[in-house]
């Protein structure tokens, strides 16, 4: 996506609409940057070979969930803790460091984030209505 253009990746159209994803620090891109936890990324050496350099990623680059989105055509997907209307056109990551399915993931991290609770609870901000009113009238000009 390196010519800005949103849900076209190497002049290709979009495979899928959009792609929301819910994990734990393998594919976080963020969401734990302003949360009291110490299990956080948003400083160097983290993003070292990243364009955008730190930005919450717990790797020294792309996560698997970045080269998934680019292979299907999407714009890397915003952090739900950053995203905001437009920007959830094409999907959301809600993975957050520290979280898993059990209450207890993640206590040694000063606050803990089960994805029952953190994951879902996000989710449930947005409704499906609002996703598929954002994804059809974003490719409603597609048909016209």
């Known amino acids: 996506m390196g010519d800005g253009e949103v849900g076209v990746s190497g002049g290709r159209r979009a495979l899928v609409p959009a792609m929301f994803v819910f994990g ?3 594919i976080d891109n963020g969401n734990n940057n302003d949360l ?3 299990a956080k990324a948003n400083y160097f050496p983290y993003g070292i070979d990243f364009k955008a350099g730190p930005t919450g990623r717990f790797s020294n680059g792309y996560t698997m969930v970045d080269t ?4 299907l055509g999407l714009p890397l997907l915003p952090a739900f803790s950053e995203a905001s209307g437009e920007q959830m056109r094409y999907g959301v990551n ?3 460091a520290a979280a898993g399915i059990l209450d207890n993931t993640g206590r040694n991290f ?4 089960s994805f029952l609770f953190l994951h ?3 989710f449930s901000l947005i ?10 009238l974003a490719h409603l000009t ?3």
Do not use: G, Q, R
């Not at 998934?68 to 292979?71: C, G, K, T």
């Not at 000063?110 to 984030?113: G, T």
């Not at 409704?127 to 059809?136: H, N």
């Open 142 to 144: 597609e048909f016209i």
């Open 68 to 71: 998934i989105a680019e292979l």
């Open 120 to 122: 879902i609870a996000n």
């Open 24 to 26: 734990d620090s393998l």
């Open 36 to 38: 009291p936890s110490f």
């Open 110 to 113: 000063v606050s803990f984030f």
């Open 94 to 96: 809600y993975a957050s």
């Open 127 to 136: 409704s499906f209505k609002d996703i598929y009113i954002v994804i059809y």
